[in-house]
């Protein structure tokens, strides 16, 4: 298991576990360095980002504002952007969290796209949804909703020339846990490579309110099952996922679930196959 658990790490890149604040802080300059290169090497000034409330968005969001400060201190162009960008469906259970969010970030720009009357326009016209089971329609309308997010926010990024970001990191990716073309789709993830608690510790560190940081996470997209956990669809914890993936002894049944929905969702991590 170990070997195995070592492979899966050395794919999705994990870094290393924090060992205190000077690793943090070293992890939260590399990772805004990188923000900024990636706008260089694109020759862009902008960066979009949705945020939802949760602590991935909220991390990421952090990091994309400092990088876009720093750039304007840097060169001294005031041409350098984060949008940040709320998608609620409708009328989202804890948009409080993500004002909260937006708050905290204070980033340069905030817009609203409201999917809703989009999702249910498109959900009207796909015919193959009619003889699907509430539960079944349910959960392919929550993709839908995740694809018409990043639709939205590849809207405003090509509007203003900018780059989309995304928050997927290494335990959400080792799950599958994204939306293939949905929310795993983007120009740029800095959270890649970080457990689960370690982006909690780097959100923590650039001054998230402890209630964010340590959010019960939810992906929120079935309509009926609202708010359901992140953990509770996984059938594992965070806690197991993190451990697993930096290599330390975890429950078997534990290690099973990770590994077999690892293998299951490869697809998702991969490139479009080809001939």
């Given at each position: ?91 989202q259970k804890d948009e409080a969290h993500a004002q909260e969010s937006l708050v905290c970030i204070a980033p340069d720009e905030t817009h609203t796209v409201n999917i809703g009357p989009a ?140 590994c077999r929905t690892f293998e299951k969702t490869r697809h998702k991590r991969e490139q479009p196959k080809a001939p």
């Open positions: 298991m170990q070997e195995l658990q070592s492979a899966i790490a050395d794919e999705l890149q994990v870094r290393p576990p924090f060992t205190g604040p000077s690793d943090i802080d070293a992890e939260v300059q590399r990772r805004i360095a990188f923000i900024q290169q990636c706008l260089r090497d694109a020759g862009l000034k902008t960066l979009v980002l949705g945020i939802s409330g949760g602590v991935d968005s909220l991390t990421a969001g952090l990091l994309a504002q400092r990088a876009v400060e720093r750039l304007r201190a840097e060169t001294g162009d005031d041409g350098y952007r984060f949008i940040a960008v709320r998608l609620p469906y409708q009328v999702v249910q326009a498109l959900a009207a016209q796909i015919e193959a949804l009619e003889g699907l089971t509430p539960g079944s329609a349910d959960f392919v309308l929550g993709n839908v909703k995740a694809r018409m997010r990043m639709v939205a926010q590849y809207a405003i990024a090509n509007a203003r020339q900018g780059l989309v970001i995304g928050t997927d990191h290494a335990a959400e990716a080792v799950m599958g846990f994204f939306t293939k073309f949905g929310d795993g789709a983007c120009d740029l993830a800095p959270l890649s490579g970080l457990v689960k608690h370690q982006v909690r510790a780097i959100a923590r560190a650039l001054g998230a309110p402890e209630h964010l940081v340590e959010k019960i996470p939810t992906a929120d997209l079935e309509d009926l099952s609202p708010g359901k956990p992140d953990e509770e669809a996984h059938g594992v914890s965070y806690t197991d996922i993190d451990a697993f993936l930096h290599g330390r002894t975890v429950r078997p049944e534990a290690a099973e679930i990770i």
